[in-house]
């Protein structure tokens, strides 16, 4: 009876393990590819984006966003960005921050910061950080959300 006991104390234990234990998704590299319709002040903005997310580790990673901007003017911009993220941390199971380190601004991008704060600010409120949720609907498929929406579906690669 000891024995049978304490082989079940054993088995609960490893069971218990496999089932809380965080999932790892490091390395995570993501790329999607987007079109964002937004309004700001009643003008209308259309964003064509490819956007790349990679968490090297729980740590450190960068998110760049690459297209064009076009506002109801008939102007046409070229947004070259890449954000690189620092001091990572997980939230919980699926949800990750990282506080935003520099912003690198490609030599071919035109886009004026207030164009390019349009579209960040649909991922976030602050100019510091960035909280994701990570939801993987299924293999390779990646929903990322914020607070408020879902803004974006990849695959990883």
Request: hydrophobic content about 40%; proline content about 1%.
């Amino acid at each position: 009876m000891k024995y049978f006991l304490m082989a079940v104390i054993f088995l609960i234990s490893i069971i218990s393990f496999f089932l809380f234990q965080r999932m790892s998704i490091y390395p995570f590299k993501c790329i999607a590819f987007s079109e964002y319709h937004l309004l700001r002040k009643g003008s209308g903005i259309i964003f064509n984006v490819s956007q790349d997310l990679r968490f090297y580790n729980e740590k450190i990673g960068f998110f760049n966003i690459s297209g064009v901007v076009e506002d109801d003017k008939g102007g046409r911009y070229i947004l070259d960005r890449k954000i690189n993220l620092t001091r990572g941390k997980r939230i919980d199971n699926d949800t990750v921050e990282y506080n935003f380190g520099n912003i690198d601004k490609g030599e071919i991008d035109d886009t004026s910061e207030e164009l390019y704060e349009i579209l960040i600010s649909e991922f976030t409120s602050s100019k510091e950080s960035l909280q994701l949720d990570l939801i993987n609907p299924g293999e390779n498929v990646w929903v990322i959300g914020t607070s408020t929406s879902f803004v974006m579906t990849c695959y990883a690669y």
